[in-house]
């Protein structure tokens, strides 16, 4: 079923950036959440098309691919938006490569990423044809030659170095620092390419790094690249062939207005053809965060409010379960009231919040002491930028269903996953009835 219009007009900057907004892609929020039951995730299309072709045009005149990091929202019609726009897709399991064949990926377009892939997934992957490998241990680059020589067939991999770099952002998302899980030390890296020749079905010819994600500043960038570069040069001059170098993600968005400045995309592009000046191979880029997180946003309704001994709470029908960043990693989203006389909500006193969710723990909790206009039962909330990480981490934590998601384009919306109905969350389970021994 197609579920991506045409491309059209985005609406005006002013729009998607006001205060207190009411029009997303077009589409008025009142209406929005009148129409569908909260809370649930919408995201703008066009707001994905920009980043896109944005990140396109800076990319210009160099041989690069962007493989979107399918992680950081795996819904089909993100994915087809992708497709569409002849992305590839980086991902990190066997579900998400079906995810992206089924939207229209071509596996040639899939990089395989991850630290723990099994040998199976391995194996169904090379089946469809995918097109490189990130590898990440010596257990795994001889998991991936057993693998490709049961099927006898050539892969090609890339080794992932860590550079043991800090990417300065939250611990719990740093990947480039020595004591993190992912990659190799150049030492280990340099050993693998001089016992290349005894990997008869891999083909050991690119380099992969990536320090971490919501970054917000060049440095570590530069520092990261430095060590690629360097590394590349070495390789070449030693008699290896690198035809691919991938640069990883980690580019950081807007979570708090007032605070966030991010990276810009053709400063950061720079910095890349700076680092690979004169390498001829592809360059791969795996943007997840920067291409979807601002383009979406929870609508939540408030249920009630209530005075505590010290404060006053907010109390919202999302919750942990629907978006875990706050309750994950402490972060940070904007949180604005959609009003009705959205112009007017000077003429509702501002109040201060904890902004709480209903499930039975302290840490659903999406903002402490965060003002707002005085908010009162029924009042539509936005919480913004989750369209990365928000429904992909979701549970059914406390038995509340999944949430629906919502694409809108140019002032129409489609659901491109209804909300999860009770028995959908339940149809796994059963009755202990049918009892074996090992």
């Given at each position: 079923m197609e579920l991506i219009g045409a491309q059209v007009a985005a609406p005006s900057q002013e729009a998607l950036e006001s205060p207190f907004p009411r029009l997303f892609d077009g589409m008025d929020l009142i209406a929005l959440g009148a129409a569908l039951p909260t809370p649930f995730h919408a995201y703008s299309a066009n707001t994905i098309r920009q980043r896109i072709s944005g990140l396109q045009a800076a990319l210009d005149g160099l041989n690069a691919a962007i493989c979107f990091a399918v992680k950081a929202n795996p819904s089909l019609a993100i994915l087809q938006i992708m497709a569409q726009s002849g992305l590839g897709a980086d991902i990190v399991s066997s579900g998400e490569l079906?995810?992206?064949?089924?939207?229209?990926?071509?596996?040639?377009?899939?990089?395989?990423?991850g630290v723990g892939k099994t040998e199976a997934e391995m194996g169904e992957a090379i089946d469809v044809g995918v097109g490189r490998f990130n590898v990440e241990s010596s257990e795994e680059l001889e998991a991936l030659q057993r693998a490709a020589r049961t099927r006898e067939a050539i892969v090609r991999a890339s080794v992932r170095i860590n550079p043991d770099v800090d990417a300065g952002t939250h611990d719990k998302i740093s990947t480039g620092k020595s004591d993190n899980k992912f990659g190799v030390s150049i030492t280990e890296a340099r050993r693998w390419f001089a016992a290349v020749s005894c990997k008869e079905n891999v083909r050991l010819d690119g380099l992969h790094v990536h320090i971490g994600s919501q970054i917000l500043e060049l440095e570590p960038f530069r520092q990261a690249l430095h060590h690629v570069s360097v590394f590349w040069r070495e390789l070449v001059l030693a008699g290896h062939s690198i035809n691919s170098i991938d640069v990883g993600g980690?580019?950081?968005?807007?979570?708090?207005?007032?605070?966030?400045?991010?990276v810009n995309v053709g400063d950061y592009v720079h910095?890349?053809?700076?680092?690979?000046?004169?390498?001829?191979g592809r360059i791969v880029l795996e943007p997840g965060r920067y291409l979807v997180a601002e383009a979406g946003i929870l609508l939540t309704r408030v249920i009630r409010t209530k005075q505590g001994a010290t404060r006053n709470f907010l109390i919202v029908d999302a919750a942990m379960n629907d978006l875990l960043r706050p309750s994950l990693y402490d972060a940070w989203h904007d949180i604005e009231l959609i009003?009705?006389?959205?112009?007017?909500?000077?003429?509702?006193?501002?109040?201060?919040y904890d902004?709480?969710?209903?499930?039975?723990?302290?840490?659903?909790?999406?903002?402490?002491g965060r003002q707002l206009p005085q908010c009162r039962a029924g009042d539509l909330?936005?919480?913004?930028?989750?369209?990365?990480?928000?429904?992909?981490?979701?549970?059914?934590?406390?038995?509340?269903?999944l949430a629906a998601e919502v694409l809108v384009d140019d002032g129409s919306y489609a659901v491109i996953r209804r909300r999860q109905s009770f028995d959908e969350m339940i149809a796994g389970e059963q009755a202990a009835t049918l009892w074996r021994t090992a």
């Open positions: 079906r995810r992206s064949l089924k939207a229209g990926i071509p596996a040639n377009r899939i990089v395989f990423s980690g580019l950081g968005v807007v979570y708090r207005g007032a605070r966030d400045k991010p910095t890349i053809r700076e680092a690979l000046t004169g390498f001829e009003d009705e006389e959205s112009d007017r909500n000077d003429l509702r006193p501002g109040t201060v902004i709480v969710g209903p499930v039975c723990e302290t840490s659903d909790t999406f903002a402490i909330l936005a919480i913004r930028c989750t369209g990365a990480y928000g429904a992909s981490m979701s549970s059914t934590y406390n038995s509340r269903p």
